[in-house]
């Protein structure tokens, strides 16, 4: 399937992801705890400051109608999101410690904004995470120093506000 396709697909499909989230109950609301807002600004500067995306682990919990980003760990310090083996982050970021996985999207040029949306290339790792652990997973963005998009992704698809964090 073709990334405009697959991009044109999560455009349309993200306000029924949404309708779906609120009927069932599923979380509406992201909070990032204190020590994972540290940790995502760390991983942001040093993805910044190496001019490259940079990976992470990722804690996170249901609280009713909240997820919860509780931690953070990155992956290997020079682990560019596009050279990392997703089979290696895959292992690394599995159940019980870690519910995903967190990444940066920059831009190499000032005069452009970062994505704000998963790629089709993060869809497919999503989908390998949700094959290889049977759970949903907890998948977040980070695209400018304070604010992240976040889903949870595996039998069903919730696609949550972006935030500032």
């Not at 940790?39 to 109608?65: H, K, N, P, Y």
């Not at 292992?91 to 005069?111: A, F, N, S």
């Amino acid at each position: 399937m073709s990334r405009r396709l697959l991009l044109g697909a999560a455009v349309v499909m993200a306000p029924v992801a949404l309708a779906l989230a609120a009927w069932r109950g599923a979380p509406r609301t992201l909070l990032v705890a204190p020590d994972a807002r540290g940790s995502f600004q760390a991983l942001w500067a040093a993805s910044v400051a190496a001019r490259a995306e940079r990976v992470a682990c990722l804690a996170s919990t249901v609280d009713g109608d909240t997820l919860r980003i509780l931690r953070v760990q990155p992956l290997d310090a020079g682990a560019d999101s596009t050279a990392v083996s997703a089979a290696a982050s895959l292992e690394t970021c599995g159940p019980p410690t870690w519910q995903g996985t967190v990444h940066t999207h920059i831009t190499l040029r000032d005069d452009q904004p970062a994505p704000r949306m998963f790629s089709g290339s993060d869809r497919g790792v999503m989908l390998m995470w949700w094959q290889r652990w049977k759970a949903d997973g907890t998948f977040c963005l980070l695209y400018a120093p304070d604010e992240a998009h976040c889903e949870i992704d595996g039998a069903g698809l919730v696609i949550l506000p972006s935030t500032r964090y």
